[in-house]
């Protein structure tokens, strides 16, 4: 999951714990460095006192040899010119004396202190002659890490449910409108995922009872429709007008317009086509065409789907060139990378700026459009249900010529 939420809380935790650590160490190491200085400070104090200036020589070398004994060490003393004065031991060379705390390949240190009186004493203790340091960053490091491992399960199950609510919502913003989510827990997740669960449950309702409102008006309609019809002959006794013919036809548009509105309420209940066979869209195309009076020119293509809904597509297609477009109109049957292509072309005046896919809406009309002009209706509404049904694409272009030009991309048939 791109920019997954899971990453981004892990890692802000591990960041968090990371900066933790480091500051505890730092004021550890700091907090050892004041205890170090202190304890080297009172040594120093020690060794002055046990070997005071002046002291005869005799006593400064059984001093020396006391200490030695009591703190396992070799010990040397030296003069402010460099003269041996008393050592215990095996002697610690001059030239080793000045480089303080220097670790020797035995693994033993040099401890150097110069007296206030210009003398240097210097021991190697066989065992560390100072309170152990050890690096609390690796102690830290250690807690961190458990800390991290443990919070790992804990962040993952929060993020998991998450994600579960946003695959849910997608499938739901696809289309897939009985989709629900599961409910786990009493959290704030938990009750994201069940208020989306009723809204969810509550719009499907409402769409369902719109779509069948819509389809049991329409399908009531075309019962006085056709009485209608039917009175409008009978009461002219065969002579027609033109008053007759203008009601013919309005009664012509009104009866195809009910017939679309059945058709998408029907493509709006079904999940897969009831009849799928192979269809020869150039053939299809062209028949449609001889009817239409369009242009159609391709190569054949074959596609899987149901032929009276693609009749309905191109027939359409068609007619919306006609309606909207302008002459010549003519329909082309290509293959693109294996798809089968369609493509209706008008030379009218386009598709006014800005209208984008909203020319596919049901009933759109663009901005400043008269009512006598009217809008796009169904007709290109249903072309785009019925490709999508077929697993095809639809979209229109510009052409450099002028006019409007739809393209319908089925997928290639295995």
């Known amino acids: ?17 990371a900066v933790v650590a480091i500051a505890s160490a730092i004021f550890v190491r700091m907090g050892q460095e004041r205890e170090y200085a202190g304890w080297s400070g009172r040594r120093d104090a020690f060794i002055a ?9 005799a006593l400064l070398q059984a001093t020396v040899q006391r200490l030695s004994a009591a703190v396992d060490a070799d010990i040397s003393v030296y ?4 003269r041996l004065l008393a050592a215990a031991g095996r002697p610690i060379p001059e030239r080793e004396i000045g480089f303080h705390r220097r670790m ?8 150097v202190n110069r007296l206030p009186d210009g003398r240097v004493v210097a021991a190697r203790p066989r065992m560390p002659f100072s309170p152990g340091r050890r690096n609390p960053l690796a102690y830290l490091v250690l807690i961190a890490g458990v800390i991290g491992l443990a919070a790992f399960p804990v962040v993952r199950h929060l993020t998991r449910r998450l994600e579960a609510l946003r695959q849910g919502v997608d499938r739901w913003g696809e289309g897939a409108l009985e989709t629900r989510v599961a409910v786990n827990g009493k959290d704030e997740v938990a009750a994201v995922a069940a208020s989306f669960n009723r809204a969810a449950a509550q719009i499907e309702r409402l769409l369902a009872a719109h779509r069948s409102l819509l389809a049991n008006a329409s399908h009531e309609l075309r019962s006085p429709l056709a009485r209608l ?6 009461h002219a006794d065969g002579q027609s007008g033109p008053v007759r013919d203008e009601i013919v036809r309005d009664l012509a ?13 029907r493509l709006d209940h079904i999940e897969k086509l009831e009849r799928v066979e192979l269809v020869d869209l150039l053939a299809l195309t062209a028949e449609e065409g001889a009817r239409s009076g369009v242009d159609v020119s391709g190569e054949p293509g074959v596609v899987s789907g149901d032929p009276t809904l693609l009749t309905r597509l191109v027939r359409n297609l068609m007619q919306n060139a006609h309606r909207h477009g302008g002459p010549p ?5 290509g293959t693109e990378g294996g798809s089968v292509v369609l493509k209706v072309r008008d030379h009218g005046p386009g598709l006014p700026e800005g209208t984008g896919e909203r020319v596919f809406e049901p009933f759109f009309r663009p901005q400043g459009r008269s009512e006598t002009a009217g809008g796009w209706g169904l007709g290109l509404s249903l072309v785009r249900q019925i490709a999508l049904h077929h697993g095809a694409t639809v979209q229109h272009e510009t052409p450099s010529g002028g006019g409007a030009c739809f393209v319908v991309t089925f997928p290639a048939t295995s």
């Open 1 to 17: 999951m791109r920019n997954s939420l899971f990453v981004k809380i892990y890692l802000t935790v591990l960041a968090s714990l």
């Open 49 to 57: 006192a046990m070997l005071p200036a002046g002291s005869d020589p």
């Open 79 to 82: 003069g402010p010119k460099g």
């Open 104 to 111: 020797h390949s035995g693994g033993r240190h040099l401890l």
């Open 229 to 234: 019809r039917m009175a409008i002959d009978l």
């Open 253 to 265: 548009e009104l009866d195809a317009l009910v017939e679309e509105i059945l058709l998408a309420s």
């Open 329 to 333: 109109v003519t329909a082309h049957v």
